[in-house]
């Protein structure tokens, strides 16, 4: 088994999210799995807003030094998933081809931040944008 973590940072306050991230699962050899809430502040949180990306725009998967920003996140998940369970399984099947995640993950992108306007959550605004707190 690989002894490096992987990191996946995310929004917490976001019931979409919190569900994908507790269901995917990740190949044992390529190490753990560990879930970063994006609304704590930490050092991948400034790694990422170091790297001017926006997290409210996309999930953030660091894996191997290595950081994969929204459709690149959730297509590398794809790639280093289990195949345990129906819903790892099916992220593989829809996640895998670079050209469908690209193609998919904005639109579920726009499904979750119009989910979160009408639950009145506040942005995280990393890159602390004036005028950039609501979705």
Request: proline share 2%; net charge positive; charged share 20%.
């Amino acid at each position: 088994m690989n002894n490096n973590p992987v990191f996946l940072v995310y929004d917490k306050q976001c019931p979409l999210c919190e569900n994908y991230c507790k269901l995917v699962r990740i190949q044992e050899a390529v190490g753990e799995l560990v879930l970063v809430d994006a609304r704590n502040d930490s050092n991948i949180l400034k790694e990422i807003t170091n790297a001017n990306l926006d997290i409210d725009q996309g999930m953030v998967l660091k894996f191997n030094d290595n950081l994969f920003y929204g459709a690149d996140a959730i297509h590398a998940l794809a790639l280093i998933s289990s195949s345990s369970g129906i819903f790892n399984k099916m992220n593989y099947w829809f996640f895998r081809s670079k050209l469908l995640a690209k193609i998919t993950y904005p639109v579920l992108r726009s499904m979750r931040n119009l989910f979160l306007k009408l639950l009145s959550r506040t942005k995280i605004n990393n890159l602390n944008i004036e005028n950039n707190s609501k979705f």
